[in-house]
């Protein structure tokens, strides 16, 4: 008898995107890569093949890193653009503030975050304008750098006109633009628009290009658009431990991705269940999404003994926000049935709680 004969299928949560497995695409391209002896430290056909395909894909001659994860990529690209007694302007839900531990100030030897509030969970020019002029003596650690999420922690995303004005201010104050995109696929497939018209085009000079959520099973793009800012930067991925000996097996998945599309059309999915999502909520409970559903996550205020009904079922989420707000994320393989099936308890729920 088979061992997996009989048994249900894994119930999908959502909790985290980072949840789902490999999706088939990067699967393959892993499984290619598995094949022979080639080079290492990223001195492989497979890397330096994703790395020019990234450069057709931004339309442009960066430069090209790939590490393990979010954070890393964060930390070493924010080390890279300013030095200790320097800050960084970031909203005050950025994951490289609350979620990081510490890490950015840590491999910059002691960078300080400087966190503002922000609709929606985005920066604004005058926000920044702010923190640039509310000192300029010696004893504040001086603005260097801005960095923003794309899209945002609450699920919303920077329009090229909001991600320009932003660039404009932090130039003329002579600061640096960074881009945490752990999810910028959604962002991208949100919009509508080309990855160009939404990174360098619009002023970002550092993309932190999020690979894990998309469906590989490991693995974070820097993507240097001002390639003077990059000297140097193999040094320090070594130094953090984040130079993969067998760098084949973090970058093959990428062409998986990257060929034919498969990137955009699995944040596009992602993006459309969590819109199915915030329909249903709204539509069969009277619950409204607590931010503007533009990528793939949903924040609602779930009353109480709904939200523990719910975890009675075995559903998983996160309180992600205050006020009793609950998080929702869809991932690449989020099925429709599921968006359904959660729906369908919460209307039970909200029926009994009547």
């Not at 503002?116 to 300029?136: C, D, F, N």
Request: glycine letters at 10%; proline letters at 4%; one cysteine or more.
């Amino acid at each position: 008898m088979n061992a997996n004969q009989g048994r249900s299928p894994a119930m999908q949560h959502f909790a985290s995107d980072n949840y789902a497995g490999i999706c088939p695409e990067a699967l393959a391209a892993l499984l290619a890569a598995n094949d022979g002896h080639v080079r290492s430290y990223g001195d492989d056909e497979w890397t330096l093949r994703v790395a020019d395909r990234l450069r057709e894909l931004f339309e442009t001659d960066c430069d090209v890193y790939f590490v393990f994860n979010g954070t890393a990529a964060n930390s070493l690209a924010l080390a890279a653009l300013c030095q200790p007694y320097h800050s960084v302007i970031c909203h005050q839900l950025a994951h490289v503030d609350t979620d990081e531990c510490g890490a950015p100030q840590f491999f910059s030897n002691g960078a300080t975050l400087l966190a503002v509030a922000g609709e929606q969970g985005k920066l604004t020019p005058e926000a920044i304008v702010e923190v640039v002029t509310r000192r300029s003596d010696i004893h504040y650690p001086k603005p260097k750098v801005v960095t923003l999420t794309q899209a945002t922690e609450v699920g919303t995303v920077y329009r090229p006109d909001e991600l320009r004005a932003i660039a404009d201010t932090a130039r003329a104050h002579g600061l640096r633009v960074h881009m945490d995109g752990a999810r910028f696929a959604n962002a991208v497939a949100g919009l509508g628009l080309s990855p160009a018209e939404v990174s360098w085009r619009a002023g970002v000079d550092v993309l932190c290009f999020g690979g894990t959520k998309m469906g590989l099973p490991v693995g974070e793009a820097v993507v240097f658009f001002d390639r003077k800012l990059s000297d140097d930067f193999s040094y320090r991925c070594k130094q953090a431990g984040q130079l993969a000996s067998k760098m084949r097996f973090l970058s093959a998945p990428w062409l998986g991705i990257l060929e034919n599309g498969a990137w955009l059309r699995h944040a596009a999915h992602a993006n459309a269940m969590a819109r199915r999502l915030a329909a249903g909520l709204a539509e069969g409970t009277g619950l409204p999404a607590l931010f503007p559903v533009q990528a793939n996550g949903v924040f609602v205020r779930l009353p109480g003994r709904i939200e523990a009904g719910l975890r009675a079922r075995g559903w998983l989420f996160y309180n992600f926000i205050a006020a009793g707000g609950a998080r929702f994320m869809c991932g690449w393989d989020t099925a429709p049935e599921t968006v359904d099936r959660l729906l369908a308890d919460i209307r039970e729920l909200a029926a009994e709680s009547a």
